[in-house]
């Protein structure tokens, strides 16, 4: 099973729909990011948790909610999706208290917004 | 703000032929680490190799290089005699040790097709 689990792995959903993204991971990492993948603008940070209580905004957040149900649970909402959120998105992880360890992907999301 | 560009967005090879993927960032830091992934048509990203700011020896690894030169801003990536499973998306990354969130940012990525 993979480390960093993300549902579902595609989906297909009309303009103004609500839709949640979920991620789960089994390797107890404090930190947890949401990233989107564009076609030529590499990997760009949505939201991003340092634990349970704490929740910050990156790059590009407008149009999107997170929701960090426990340690190892972070999901991504889209209140009313909009076309121009059809993209790849990715969860990610990775651990406190080491310097700067790799972050560890889930597989990806493809979410095509009609 | 920290930048990281990857100037080469397509690059083909023939098969067994040496590729060099460029990798160039910007930081204010004198902290900072540098990664390497590569994501395969499958779509999942890999990670290939972390570097941190005060380490400059080259690394290898198999088929794979690094080259990490601070006086050019420049972590490039060789891989000698590379093969059609080496085809991919490539991607640089960087992260500053001030930054409270240690993300990664990324550059856009470079498609490497190899050829038989």
């Known amino acids: ?114 | 703000a920290q930048k990281v560009t990857q100037a080469q967005t397509e690059i083909s090879v023939v098969e067994k032929e040496d590729v060099t993927l460029d990798c160039v960032y910007e930081t204010r830091d004198t902290t900072y680490y540098l990664f390497w992934y590569k994501q395969p048509p499958s779509g999942e990203l890999v990670f290939l190799i972390r570097r941190n700011s005060f380490d400059e020896q080259n690394e290898i690894s198999g088929r794979y290089s690094w080259n990490f030169q601070k006086s050019t801003s420049s972590f490039n990536f060789t891989i000698t005699a590379s093969q059609v499973v080496d085809s991919a998306v490539y991607f640089c990354a960087l992260s500053e040790s001030s930054g409270s969130a240690r993300q990664l940012t990324f550059g856009s990525g470079t498609q490497l097709t190899v050829l038989p």
């Open chain 1, 1 to 114: 099973d993979a480390d960093v689990t993300q549902t579902p792995r595609n989906r297909i959903t009309k303009t103004g729909k609500r839709i949640m993204l979920e991620c789960s991971q089994t390797k107890g990492h404090d930190r947890m990011y949401w990233y989107r993948q564009d076609p030529g603008l590499g990997l760009r940070l949505i939201y991003y948790s340092f634990d349970v209580k704490d929740i910050n905004k990156g790059e590009i957040s407008d149009g999107y909610s997170v929701s960090r149900q426990a340690q190892a649970k972070f999901s991504l909402s889209l209140e009313s999706a909009i076309p121009n959120q059809t993209a790849l998105y990715f969860c990610a992880t990775s651990a406190v208290g080491q310097l700067n360890t790799e972050a560890f992907f889930g597989q990806g999301t493809r979410l095509t917004v009609v």
